[in-house]
């Protein structure tokens, strides 16, 4: 849908696609599958569109890109509940069901380039995992020694 509602823009999408068998290929949507640079494909877009999982909210954090999150389902609501946040700190636009029509898109994404992209990259903290490694092994150090 995307696809057919901006003609003029080059979509790329990188991982897995399941396709049913009856949908239209367009000359803009190029389908990557798994990709070693996913990174710099993020870093070279204008808007990124994807879900709410840990690792893709902190990749498109780190570069600073304008982001419209779409949310997978998940059983504890985890991912609703990440892009909501997301939405509220002007960090993302907040996609909650994927459109099932093409008028919503060009919106979206003029939304999420208004956004300010210090919302979202000052959510990255480069030590984070170095930072969450020492309070364990703080933590585990001063339970084993009582």
Not at 25 to 33: A, I, W
Not at 34 to 59: F, K, L, N, Y
Not at 101 to 108: F, H, V
Request: charged content about 20%; overall charge negative.
């Amino acid at each position: 849908m995307a696809a057919r509602a901006l003609p003029e823009t080059d979509w790329l999408v990188l991982g897995p696609v399941q396709r049913e068998g009856h949908e239209t290929d367009f000359g803009n949507l190029h389908l990557r599958g798994w990709v070693s640079t996913i990174t710099a494909h993020i870093a070279a877009a204008d808007v990124v569109v994807a879900s709410s999982g840990d690792t893709i909210v902190h990749e498109i954090a780190r570069v600073g890109r304008p982001y419209v999150c779409a949310p997978e389902w998940r059983y504890f609501d985890e991912q609703m509940r990440k892009a909501e946040r997301l939405a509220e700190l002007g960090a993302a636009i907040l996609v909650p069901s994927w459109p099932g029509a093409s008028t919503p898109w060009r919106g979206l994404l003029d939304a999420a380039k208004a956004l300010d992209p210090a919302a979202l990259a000052s959510l990255h903290t480069p030590t984070a995992a170095a930072s969450a490694a020492n309070y364990l092994d703080r933590l585990a150090t001063s339970l084993w020694t009582r």
